[in-house]
């Protein structure tokens, strides 16, 4: 048995009545299948965090680390989610359905506001990390801009849709 592999969750039981589709029962199989794969990663990543006590090391793997466990959780509700679709026996999901928002022309201001400030810090992380790669002094800042600026793009990403649930 590898330490490093926490085990597999149990089966879940069945609710009475169809049952999950065929679709359904591979979705929730590759769902848990990734759940597995990210316990590993992280189960990997902690084992490098306790081998390695370099701040650089350690700065750079819990940043990976944290979405790692940002992952594992956004999979979690992934699968509840799959489950209670498929009438598997489960308390419920967190990810809601698509709807269609109340007060929509408020929440497709608010939205274009924040597009608006979410593409201004992108060009603001852009020309910053310019600036600070040309320093080259071995400093982590020009990977700590580009790595807001993917998270930026992922914010941009997350508000089309709701520009998209309120237009």
């Given amino acids: ?27 929730i199989r590759i769902l848990e299948q990734h759940i597995d794969d990210e316990r590993e990663a992280i189960a990997r990543y902690d084992a490098v965090l306790e081998a390695h006590h370099d701040e650089f090391v350690t700065y750079l793997i819990e940043l990976i680390a944290d979405d790692e466990q940002r992952h594992h ?43 608006r400030v979410e593409r201004r810090d992108l060009r603001e992380l852009r020309a ?11 400093s982590l800042l020009p990977l700590l801009c580009e790595l807001m600026r993917f998270d930026t793009k992922k914010h941009l990403r997350i508000l089309r849709e709701l520009e998209r649930a309120a237009g």
């Fill in 128 to 138: 910053m990390r310019r600036r600070l790669r040309r320093e080259r002094d071995g």
């Fill in 73 to 115: 959780r956004l999979l979690r509700e992934m699968l509840h989610h799959q489950q209670h679709h498929a009438h598997v026996d489960h308390p419920g999901s967190r990810v809601p359905w698509r709807t269609r928002p109340r007060e929509r022309a408020a929440l497709l201001e608010a939205v274009r506001g924040l597009q």
């Fill in 1 to 27: 048995m590898n330490l490093l592999e926490p085990p597999s969750p149990a089966p879940v039981p069945l609710r009475r009545g169809p049952g999950p589709s065929p679709r359904d029962q591979e979705r």
